[in-house]
Nanobody, 121 residues
Framework: QVQLVESGGGLVQPGGSLRLSCAAS????????MGWYRQAPGKQRELVAG???????NYAEFVKGRFTISRDNDENTVTLQMNSLSTEDTAVYYC???????????????WGQGTQVTVSS
């Protein structure tokens, strides 16, 4: 079993910053790709940013230049630094991770429980 535990959401004013963190724990050989998704009310879940085990990143167009994703492979954590937040960034943010059961065996995709980010004055 694999658990992803997120932290760092909350209420922030427009133009402010928040830092989300997610830690993976449980039975796995290693964590492969990790990422952050978000889901606003009435909308589908969408990719915010992703990062490979080797540190290659990709970002949704709407966060480029504002958000930064990073990870610590030793601690199995992924972090999303969010700057210049706007009301449109209000959503539940979910951590996602792909794990390997062994060097060759795919172990599955897992999701965190979600953390609320609210941008409002």
């Amino acid at each position: 079993q694999v658990q992803l535990v997120e932290s760092g959401g909350g209420l922030v004013q427009p133009g402010g910053s928040l830092r989300l963190s997610c830690a993976a724990s449980g039975r796995f050989f290693r964590v492969d790709d990790m990422g952050w998704y978000r889901q606003a009310p009435g909308k589908q879940r969408e990719l915010v940013a992703g990062i490979t085990a080797g540190g290659i990143t990709n970002y949704a167009e709407f966060v480029k230049g504002r958000f930064t994703i990073s990870r610590d492979n030793d601690e199995n954590t992924v972090t999303l630094q969010m700057n210049s937040l706007s009301t449109e960034d209000t959503a539940v943010y979910y951590c996602q991770a792909v794990v390997m059961r062994s060097f060759y065996d795919y172990g599955g995709q897992y999701w965190g429980q979600g953390t609320q980010v609210t941008v409002s004055s």
